[in-house]
């Protein structure tokens, strides 16, 4: 299973519109990253929060960390088309006794006009 | 710099067929690791490593071998290719050799196995 799970797995709004996406994780962790993928593109980092801070913000992003609980939303505030891209989670996953960095399965968003 | 990239864009194999996936950095990073896309199931880790000379196995290494001879070049073959390994695969990098810094993702290579 995904270390790193979002939820919801699609998520479709109209422009202007707050976006917020949530991120659960299984294990303790020492930073949670939020990534962005355009169609047929690579990804691109949008915020990394470490596991002493409870909220970052960047632009129109706002992340917040609950470690008690686990999870990480990240709210896209008034929202545009150009936002429309699948967004994931990473955190450190345990695999054959090493730390590694592993994805969630992404929450793909829809901006419309 | 032209951060992470990765050749060719497009690749259509046979069964059975090799081929090696080319992937550079010139950031001078540490780590590099690739993944591979498939729908509904995320990016999966396929291979890392934390310093030339140094790989160890992701999450779904069979089928792949990788090497890392220089710090800037991190090749992914695939010995004999089967259908199941038709996907997207990303190349990344980050700056040191934990894996917990933000990730430099190459465009990507569609690979068809058919």
Redesign the interface.
């Known amino acids: 299973s ?1 270390q790193g799970e979002e939820d919801p797995q699609a998520l479709s709004i109209q422009e202007g519109e707050n976006a917020t996406m949530n991120c659960s994780y299984k294990t303790s962790i ?2 949670l ?1 939020w ?1 962005r993928q355009n169609s ?6 949008l915020i ?1 929060i470490r596991s002493n801070e409870r909220e970052k913000h960047s632009g129109r992003l706002r992340v917040t960390l609950d470690t008690s609980k686990k999870s990480s939303s990240l709210l896209i505030t008034a929202s545009r088309a150009a936002d429309t891209a699948s967004y ?1 989670c ?1 955190t ?1 996953k345990r ?2 006794g ?9 929450t793909r968003l829809t901006i419309n006009p | 710099n032209a951060g992470v990239t990765q050749t060719p864009k497009f690749q259509v194999l046979k069964t059975g067929q090799s081929m090696t996936l080319q992937c550079a950095q010139d950031m001078n990073h540490e780590y590099m690791s690739w993944y591979r896309q498939d729908p509904g199931m995320g990016l999966r880790l396929i291979h890392y490593s934390v310093g030339a000379g140094i790989t160890d196995q992701g999450e779904v290494p069979n089928g792949y071998n990788v090497s890392r001879s220089t710090t800037e070049d991190f090749p992914l073959r695939l010995l004999s290719a089967a259908p199941s390994q038709t996907s997207v695969y990303f190349c990344a990098s980050s700056y040191t050799g934990t894996g917990q810094e933000t990730q430099y993702f190459g465009p990507g290579t569609r690979l068809l196995v058919l």
């Open positions: 995904q020492n930073n990253q990534y047929g593109r690579g990804l691109v980092h990394l994931f990473a450190l695999i054959q090493a730390q590694k960095l592993v994805f969630g399965q992404g």
